[in-house]
């Protein structure tokens, strides 16, 4: 099947009580382990490109490569969305250039300029058969170009929600429950520590998740910043020379609740980064008389797989929902 809009999936997946994985892209390996694990276990997934890929990669290349991910998937429902776009300009670009879904970040404006510009890109995006992400709240933390220092962010207003909706005309809401960007999502001080002395993180806030389904009945929610920063990976990376001290995440049995909830969409992003890191730091250091990219990013691959087989089963629960 060609690319799909992301709209009759989060229909089935609300209804379903799952959450369809949106994993960021940047190369062809990474497009490749998603798409096996999502075509095996007959999963719908969301490639999504932000910003900083398409600076490095090239929109073109992307874009190639996930329509060759189509071809070879032709069994699952696979969309192309823009992560974290922050002008008109950059989602009308992705638009004319093929994407099937947008996303625009004017959360940092105030209220009525979120409001003003996500209506000009909903405008263009239906237009063209495509639609809009929008966001409401800020997350903390770093991602490509998107940061927000600790202590910045912001709870999104259940109060608010309803009045952007039919203003925006948006498809989707991000919203900001205690989730965050990067591997560091919170400061020591924000967390406990167990036994182990790892970090635990305070809860995400489900009670103003559960206001903002009360107010939007029927309507996808999205959560940005939700890798989990799995502890052997983080182990993986410092033990073969990374320096990467109290790298915390998301628990997984949260985010599993909240797929089962009004949460449609889970964005995942560090996970994949940490899987691979790790094991290209592992392989370096077992196979230091090796040069050919292909050794070292052929395991680094299978992990991002890996990865998000155990994902789409484990946390988002999409597996046999293609």
């Known amino acids: 099947m060609p690319l799909v809009s992301t709209k009759e999936m989060f ?31 007959k999963s719908p997934v969301i490639l999504q490109v932000s910003k900083g890929a398409r600076a490095y990669a090239n929109h073109t290349y992307l874009v190639k490569l ?28 992705c638009i004319d ?33 495509v639609v809009v992400e929008a966001e409401l ?32 005309g948006c498809d989707s809401l991000a919203i900001a429950i205690g989730t965050s960007h990067g591997a560091y999502k919170f400061k020591a001080s924000q967390c406990t520590r167990n036994a182990d002395g790892i970090l635990v993180p ?26 989990s920063v799995p502890q052997e990976f983080v182990k993986m990376v410092n033990q073969y020379g990374g320096n990467m001290p109290d790298a915390i995440g998301i628990p997984e049995d949260q985010l599993r609740e909240a797929a089962k909830l009004a949460v449609c969409k889970i964005n995942i992003d560090s996970d994949i980064r940490l899987a691979m890191t790790g094991n290209i730091r592992k392989y370096f250091a077992e196979h230091p008389d090796h040069f050919d990219p292909r050794q070292y990013l ?20 999409s597996d046999g929902k293609a």
């Not at 089935?12 to 075509?39: D, L, P, R, S, W």
């Not at 429902?77 to 950059?90: M, N, Q």
């Not at 992990?303 to 089963?313: F, N, S």
């Open 202 to 227: 305070p809860p995400l806030r489900f009670d103003v998740l559960k206001e903002c389904i009360k107010r939007l009945p029927g309507f996808p929610i999205v959560l940005h910043g939700s890798s």
């Open 137 to 168: 709240g800020t997350l903390a933390g770093v991602e490509d170009e998107v940061s927000v220092e600790h202590g910045h962010e912001s709870y999104t207003r259940p109060e608010e929600v309803e009045e952007f909706v039919s203003r925006t």
């Open 66 to 93: 996930v329509e060759a991910a189509v071809i070879e998937n032709p069994e699952i429902p696979i969309a192309l969305h823009l992560d974290h776009g922050d002008t008109f300009e950059l989602c009308k670009s």
């Open 11 to 41: 229909a089935k997946a609300y209804n379903g009580g799952y959450a369809v994985g949106a994993f960021n892209v940047n190369n062809m390996e990474i497009v490749q382990g998603i798409t096996e694990a999502a075509g095996e276990l």
């Open 298 to 317: 052929k395991p680094a691959r299978q992990a991002v797989k890996d990865m998000v087989a155990h994902k789409i089963v484990h946390v988002l629960g």
């Open 97 to 129: 250039g093929g994407f099937t879904s947008v996303m625009i970040d004017a959360s940092s404006k105030s209220f009525d300029e979120n409001i003003a510009l996500t209506r000009k890109v909903v405008e263009y995006a239906h237009d063209h058969g």
